[in-house]
């Protein structure tokens, strides 16, 4: 019978070729074998809450707002261009980085983080468009559903919508003066369902078909406990919102490949949707935490009113502000975090 020295060094051999396939092509050999092995060390530590962010102002906003202790003895790991910061908030020990804008880059480092780190779940956080009038800019939302609006076909004019979309955009609909929706040549779009792909279902039965993707359940009853939070108000003295933000837990959101600054769509996505906001990675994220069977949490600070302002659009204005409320609610959602649970019962 093999000592248990003989069986763990095997298991570590397995481990470290496995690490390679999801380390950068281009690294030399001895490069990819110390990154595993640092690997190793970093998931003795874990496991870790993941923190995926997107771009540049939504980082600045959250290193600045939190009292991140990197890691010691490896406070970051590069992998695939991106940095993996690892370290602690309030005593919570996390792992995160910047996935880069849009769904490919967000579903790759979801991804990436999954394979590589000792996860417990994923908390994606950033800034959106506000498409529901009932919100406001500077407050934030933590939607219980996401769906991918950017699946869509374009159908040929002739075609008789029929049941197999989700929803149609008839662009004939949006002519001025406004027609009946035969007059416009670009005909209209039909919204697809995603193909979900989950250790759930297995790899021998079909992909489920789905519209809209759940974030867990449990993590939003805690994150309802953030409804009465303090968020910020005034960008500096001289620039304030009228009203004071506020935080809401489950409505809806959508994502696409689309910057939306445009009031007729705003309209359409929130009349045809419900949705309240609309951003370019949220839906990637939550897709690939679903499939692979971990927790997802969406955290999304409204920086402007997707094409319903007069004038320009006030990402510029009130991204800095949104971004800080994000990373507030962020940081109040880590500190409500059990410091120990089963993972089995979030999936």
């Avoid at 927790?295 to 949104?322: C, E, H, M, Y």
Wanted: hydrophobic share 40%; aromatic share 10%.
């Amino acid at each position: 019978m093999a000592s248990l020295d003989h069986i763990l060094c095997f298991l570590f051999f397995i481990f470290i070729i496995s690490t390679l396939h999801v380390l950068p092509v281009s690294a030399t050999p001895s490069h990819k074998l110390k990154t595993a092995i640092t690997i190793r060390q970093v998931n003795r530590r874990g496991p870790y809450i993941g923190l995926v962010t997107v771009f540049e102002t939504e980082e600045n906003a959250f290193l600045g707002s939190v009292d991140f202790r990197p890691d010691p003895n490896h406070p970051f790991l590069d992998l695939s261009g991106r940095r993996f910061r690892i370290g602690k908030i309030h005593g919570k020990k996390v792992v995160y980085v910047r996935c880069g804008i849009g769904m490919v880059n967000a579903a790759a480092a979801t991804q990436q983080m999954l394979d590589v780190f000792n996860m417990k779940g994923i908390v994606h956080f950033g800034i959106a468009g506000n498409i529901n009038n009932s919100m406001s800019i500077g407050d934030v939302s933590i939607p219980k559903q996401i769906t991918n609006a950017g699946l869509w076909d374009w159908l040929n004019p002739d075609k008789a919508e029929g049941g197999e979309y989700a929803a149609y955009l008839d662009f004939g609909k949006y002519t001025v003066p406004q027609g009946d929706g035969s007059d416009s040549i670009l005909g209209s779009i039909g919204y697809s369902y995603e193909e979900l792909y989950s250790v759930s279902i297995g790899h021998k039965k079909s992909p489920q078909k789905v519209f809209w993707i759940n974030t867990t359940q449990e993590w939003l009853q805690l994150a309802a406990g953030l409804e009465k939070m303090e968020l910020l108000q005034c960008v500096n003295a001289t620039l304030c919102l009228p009203e004071k933000p506020k935080l809401v837990v489950g409505l809806k959101a959508a994502t696409a490949n689309t910057f939306v600054d445009n009031a007729a769509y705003r309209d359409f996505l929130y009349d045809t949707f419900g949705v309240s906001s609309a951003d370019m990675e949220s839906s990637a994220v939550a897709m690939t935490c679903v499939s692979n069977g971990y927790p997802v949490i969406v955290i999304r600070g409204l920086s402007d009113l997707a094409g319903a302002q007069t004038g320009d659009n006030a990402v510029r204005k009130f991204g800095s502000l949104a971004a800080t409320n994000t990373a507030r609610a962020v940081l109040e959602f880590i500190k409500k975090l059990p410091p120990n649970y089963n993972l089995n019962s979030y999936v």
